[in-house]
């Protein structure tokens, strides 16, 4: 794949680390409890997330990739075995062996599947690369609806299309030979999956779109028009492909929550940062850290196991050295995990209600508040054309039961989207309320939602009232 290096993102405040989105049904965790999880999936799992690993099925007879991978993983993502070239290798005759064994190992080790990949320009058949048109269109929906049918019922979710966008900043999809069929390939897919396997998660997954850039954005665009049109569409991966020249940046959080406020889930798919020692241990940190900020981040999976699994081997991109020990990213990946973080609404157990961060115990009628009111803070993340600001709002000495935050933007600036708030306005001076789940802050507590826009954005203290 094309790895060209992704535009930087001026952060004006680097809030990605240390913010956390409290989001509809999220709940924070204790940090550093004494019950932490010893393994990557049991410590995702204790805030309703997953920990998965690529698998090559060749790889499943080595009892040392075979050991790691049932004790530390709870989902699996064929690497290459599920792939079009993989699955229908002649027209309309599939090859199921390699990508059922991956399947049967995993349901006997209480993991889960995502599926890789329904439809990419990449590693298509030589008899689909010579297709076009018509013929192309129905060789597409023929595989996905054999391949979805054959794993029905086994599959969490599907990577349903992969890489349909452009690198750099036109924002374009990507040239094809599937694009050439017409611009509705990829909502045609989705229908075609949905229709084949209702209970399987449909994903949109990409590289190079896991921080706020033109890529991205353009992929938020599509996903957000799918979400108005009713095209099935349930989730968006971020493979998380990082080294020098894509680096690991601090709107990855961001990022993450303006997809989930579209109402898909979000994962990190192909996770490997190349690297070494404490540098990518941090890394890794941060990007685990991100995930667990964010409620609608359901699962992280790692593109292999050992750094000689991986497609880059060179690059030592992985948690466990050629041997299999656990390297120093491991432990700051099992670290971060163990932190806690907002814990997933939709895989939840029923006791991370939202109950539990918005205590009822003040009742104002009979204890009136001390002080009353609200404050707000902005970060922002400029880049040249627009920014994401993310504004925290915190209540006084008393718990408020609603809050309305007033920004006002410099001339030229305009706010095109937002998430966690009701926006009014969308230039100049604009005012955003909380949504239902997020009005009820605790004294001294805070909450946080956030707005995307073009031109420059607001530096300046928003204000802050409450009722
Ligand atoms: O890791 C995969 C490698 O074994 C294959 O040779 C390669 C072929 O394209 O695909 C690799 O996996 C890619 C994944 O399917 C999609 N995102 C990028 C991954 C790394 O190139």
Redesign the pocket.
Known sequence: ?NRSPRRRVLAATLSAASAVLVASGAVLLSAGNANAATTLGASAAATGRYFGT?VAAYKLSDSVYSTILNREFDMVTP??EM?WDATEPSQNSFSYTSGDQIVSQAQSHNQRVRG??LAWH??QPGWAQSLSGTALRSAMTNHITNVATHYKGKIYSWDVV??AFADGTSGARRSSNLQNTGNDWIEVAFRTARAADPAAKLCYND?NTDGINAKSTAVYNMVSDFKTRGVPIDCVGF?G?FNSASPVTSDIQQNLARFAALGVDVQIT?LDIAGSGTAQATSYSSVVKACLAVARCNGITV?GIRDSDS?RASDTPLLFDNSGNKKASYTAALDALNSGGTTNPTTSVPTTSPTTVLPSTSNPTTSPPATAGCSATVSLNQWSGGFVATIKVTAGSAKINGWTVGVTLPSGAAVTNSWNTTASGSSGAVSFANVSYNGSVNAAASTEFGFQGTGVGPSATPTCTAR
């Open positions: 794949m690529a690497e290459n792939k890789h990949a990449s590693q992969n890489e590289y493979q492909h192909e593109w497609w």
